[in-house]
């Protein structure tokens, strides 16, 4: 197998079924459009790799990845139930819902993620750098019943947490907050009448009932 795919063009709607790529290059790599079936990447490097309607349909897995620079929009390549282990995520823009994915042993450095639900994601022993704002942990969903199980040894130290950084249900007491701050100073709760959303809010730290919204 050719271990340098940078800068290819796979054609739009190729599809690619299983498949384990181990130790390739995929920088500026263009996956438009591509469908994946039981795709395993295994130790690859992805800078400014386009993945712009990818769809990732089922047994997705990442292993001792690198992704740098990468734009993850309009794609489910890291969604709807993706493994991901020990993997780097550095300088990523992140704007796409991460539905249903497993997190284990990952970076995510220098990161800018703003208006997305990590609904029914689990994150284990992972770290994360740069800014939050607008995003939801869901420690209730679906499949996912256990509170303890979405964060899990969650090093937030090195995040800043903009407005509506929000934990829905979710066992913070494994996870480290933000630099100086403390998840109890830092959180309140949003609904008057319900103890499961706890969040940054905004500047005016409203609080509303949530019958109001049912």
């Not at 395993?40 to 790799?49: D, E, G």
């Amino acid at each position: 197998m050719e271990k340098k795919f940078i800068g290819v063009d796979f054609g739009k709607n190729e599809i690619i079924k299983n498949v384990t790529f181990e130790e390739c290059d995929f920088s500026k790599t263009n996956f438009n459009g591509v469908h994946l079936y039981n795709v395993k990447f295994i130790r690859c490097l992805f800078v400014r790799t386009i993945f712009d309607d990818v769809k990732n349909y089922e047994n997705g897995y990442f292993e001792d990845c690198h992704f740098e620079s990468v734009k993850f929009h309009g794609t489910n390549i890291i969604s709807n139930k993706v493994i991901l282990k020990n993997c780097l995520f550095k300088k990523c823009n992140i704007k796409i819902p991460l539905f249903s994915s497993t997190f284990k042993d990952c970076l995510f450095l220098e990161m800018r993620i703003k208006g997305i639900n990590f609904n029914d994601s689990t994150f284990e022993n992972c770290k994360f750098s740069g800014t939050l704002e607008d995003v939801e942990f869901n420690g209730i969903y679906d499949t996912n019943l256990d509170p303890k199980a979405c964060l899990k040894n969650v090093d937030f130290s090195d995040c800043i947490f903009r407005d509506f950084v929000s934990f829905n249900n979710c066992d913070l007491s494994t996870c480290l907050p933000p630099k100086g701050r403390d998840f109890k100073e830092l959180l309140y709760k949003f609904y008057i009448d319900d103890d499961s959303i706890y969040t940054t809010g905004s500047k005016d730290k409203i609080m509303v009932r949530k019958v109001d919204y049912e």
